[in-house]
């Protein structure tokens, strides 16, 4: 069947970049917008602009999972041992003294950084 114009055609496929499906994902929280208002807005269909803030939430609450990136850090030279009741993780002449609180996760991924770099 030919498209005579009436708008009922295929459109064609736009693709987005990163920065572009984050900004329309944005606009989804203004007050008084609604998913299907900003998909018709930007020519999308209301349900891929629901993916698009799945996939951000997703991404979101990973991030806030893994934590800053940043920790507390002392360097001491020729210091005496200290009893310490936590995690002591020992790399050469670096040890680094984590709390026993700390997610199993996290003391991986310090293990495993350690260990690319030694």
């Known amino acids: 069947m030919l498209d005579e114009g009436s708008g009922l055609g295929r ?7 990163p920065a572009e499906r984050s900004a329309i994902v944005a606009e989804t929280y203004d007050p008084g917008a609604t998913v299907a208002g900003v998909a018709h807005r930007h020519g999308i ?32 030279t020729d210091a005496l041992p200290v009893p310490f009741d ?26 495993h950084g350690l260990a690319r770099g030694a």
């Open 11 to 17: 459109r064609k496929q736009v693709r987005r970049t």
């Open 45 to 76: 269909v209301a349900s891929q602009l629901s993916s698009w803030r799945t996939v951000a939430k997703r991404n979101a609450d990973r991030d806030n999972r893994r934590g800053s990136g940043f920790a507390e850090i002392t360097v001491m």
């Open 86 to 111: 936590g995690i002591e993780v020992v790399c050469g002449a670096v040890v680094i003294r984590l709390p026993k609180s700390m997610a199993p996760k996290r003391i991986a991924d310090i293990a």
